[in-house]
């Protein structure tokens, strides 16, 4: 990629951030963000990557707080044990604990797996939150690149592995869901099958867009495949807004420092961010009804391409050799 094309992609991310911000701005002015009402979630399981800081952290306490066990994915371990107390203290909720999971490595990701499932307990939420931002090019274990591996193929391999205990655990009137974060940047993002590592050239923007613009087109599919299949599981995306956490210490200078000066008015807080997920996790609302992109609890239209099923079946298959899963289409569709 040349500099032209990394400055326009850049150009194009920092667009529809500013757009989402003046929106935000607009409606703090007008009486701001009012937290929904989330009913009781007891005997429910649910499983949150990213959990031990920012938004994760948030949607992880609110979910605690609803009652439900919730098991932290993360790989900060250094914070581990502080996060599940404070979390216990402040929901008085005892079921909260935490797995090691570092999206980054395939092997991890299956060792996660393997620890959950020796616990024999079902599962009924899983969101997908955890990602990195604006990272400069390195890659995962596994020799991806870092927005991609982490942000999209981390999660297209630990959702796979765990469908089958969600399968079990949904049921009619009561399905397990799954919840992905996404971001309004996937507006802006493109999505190349011939080069979904960037190697043609690098663009930290182009990238973090290109796997949020995955993470749509994956949701989708996977609510095809179980829609298909008759499963009583759904697949929603979520999207927080622009939400004050340390996500943003990869970006520009002068968005940085802005964000560190005005970011308390025009952000929202990781608890404000946090409630579109809660919200896909557990509204009664979404009881059965999937592949939706929901933004301020509401749903909306995401990208024209995201709706592009030759595609959609493009991604799948491609990420299922990536990650070396068995391309599930035909055991979902069968039943």
């Not at 107390?85 to 999206?103: A, G, H, Q, S």
């Not at 622009?242 to 008015?265: A, E, Q, S």
């Not at 024209?304 to 899963?325: F, V």
């Given at each position: 990629?040349?500099?032209?094309?990394?400055?326009?992609?850049?150009?194009?991310?920092?667009?529809?951030?500013?757009?989402?911000?003046?929106?935000?701005?607009?409606?703090?002015?007008?009486?701001?963000f009012a937290e929904p009402v989330f009913p009781a979630q007891p005997e429910r399981v649910a499983v949150v990557t990213g959990g031990t800081d920012g938004i994760g952290y948030a949607t992880a306490k609110c979910l605690a707080k609803l009652g439900m066990h919730v098991i932290i994915a993360g790989n900060n371990d250094g914070k581990a044990l502080e996060v599940v107390r404070k979390i216990k203290e402040e929901t008085l909720n005892e079921k909260v604990e935490f797995l090691y999971c570092d999206l980054a490595?395939?092997?991890?990701?299956?060792?996660?797996?393997?620890?959950?499932?020796?616990?024999?307990?079902?599962?009924?939420?899983?969101?997908?939150?955890?990602?990195?931002?604006?990272?400069?090019?390195?890659?995962?274990?596994?020799?991806?690149?870092?927005?991609?591996?982490?942000?999209?193929?981390?999660?297209?391999?630990?959702?796979?592995?765990?469908?089958?205990?969600?399968?079990?655990?949904g049921s009619p009137g009561r399905s397990a869901r799954v919840v992905t974060v996404s971001s309004a940047t996937h507006y802006v993002g493109e999505l190349n099958l011939d080069d979904l590592q960037s190697r043609s050239g690098y663009s930290a923007h182009g990238a973090y867009a290109q796997s949020k613009l995955a993470l749509v087109l994956f949701t989708y599919h996977l609510q095809a495949l179980l829609a298909a299949a008759g499963s009583h599981v759904t697949a929603n995306v979520a999207d927080p807004g622009v939400v004050n956490t340390n996500l943003y210490r990869h970006v520009f200078w002068g968005t940085g420092l802005m964000k560190k000066i005005f970011g308390w008015w025009f952000s929202k807080t990781p608890e404000e961010g946090s409630?579109?997920?809660?919200?896909?996790?557990?509204?009664?609302?979404?009881?059965?009804?999937?592949?939706?992109?929901?933004?301020?609890?509401?749903?909306?239209?995401?990208?024209?391409?995201?709706?592009?099923?030759?595609?959609?079946?493009?991604?799948?298959?491609?990420?299922?050799?990536?990650?070396?899963?068995?391309?599930?289409?035909?055991d979902a569709s069968s039943g």
């Amino acid at each position: 990629m040349s500099a032209l094309s990394a400055a326009r992609a850049a150009l194009r991310v920092y667009a529809v951030g500013a757009a989402v911000v003046l929106a935000q701005l607009l409606r703090r002015c007008l009486g701001g963000f009012a937290e929904p009402v989330f009913p009781a979630q007891p005997e429910r399981v649910a499983v949150v990557t990213g959990g031990t800081d920012g938004i994760g952290y948030a949607t992880a306490k609110c979910l605690a707080k609803l009652g439900m066990h919730v098991i932290i994915a993360g790989n900060n371990d250094g914070k581990a044990l502080e996060v599940v107390r404070k979390i216990k203290e402040e929901t008085l909720n005892e079921k909260v604990e935490f797995l090691y999971c570092d999206l980054a490595s395939m092997r991890s990701v299956r060792q996660f797996v393997q620890k959950f499932k020796m616990k024999n307990i079902p599962l009924h939420v899983l969101v997908n939150n955890a990602g990195v931002m604006m990272v400069p090019e390195r890659s995962t274990e596994d020799g991806y690149e870092e927005h991609f591996g982490v942000n999209y193929l981390g999660h297209f391999l630990l959702t796979n592995l765990l469908l089958d205990t969600l399968k079990a655990s949904g049921s009619p009137g009561r399905s397990a869901r799954v919840v992905t974060v996404s971001s309004a940047t996937h507006y802006v993002g493109e999505l190349n099958l011939d080069d979904l590592q960037s190697r043609s050239g690098y663009s930290a923007h182009g990238a973090y867009a290109q796997s949020k613009l995955a993470l749509v087109l994956f949701t989708y599919h996977l609510q095809a495949l179980l829609a298909a299949a008759g499963s009583h599981v759904t697949a929603n995306v979520a999207d927080p807004g622009v939400v004050n956490t340390n996500l943003y210490r990869h970006v520009f200078w002068g968005t940085g420092l802005m964000k560190k000066i005005f970011g308390w008015w025009f952000s929202k807080t990781p608890e404000e961010g946090s409630w579109t997920s809660v919200y896909a996790a557990v509204s009664p609302a979404l009881e059965g009804v999937g592949g939706r992109y929901l933004y301020n609890e509401k749903e909306t239209k995401s990208l024209a391409t995201t709706y592009d099923r030759k595609l959609q079946r493009q991604l799948w298959a491609r990420s299922c050799q990536m990650t070396g899963s068995a391309d599930v289409t035909q055991d979902a569709s069968s039943g």
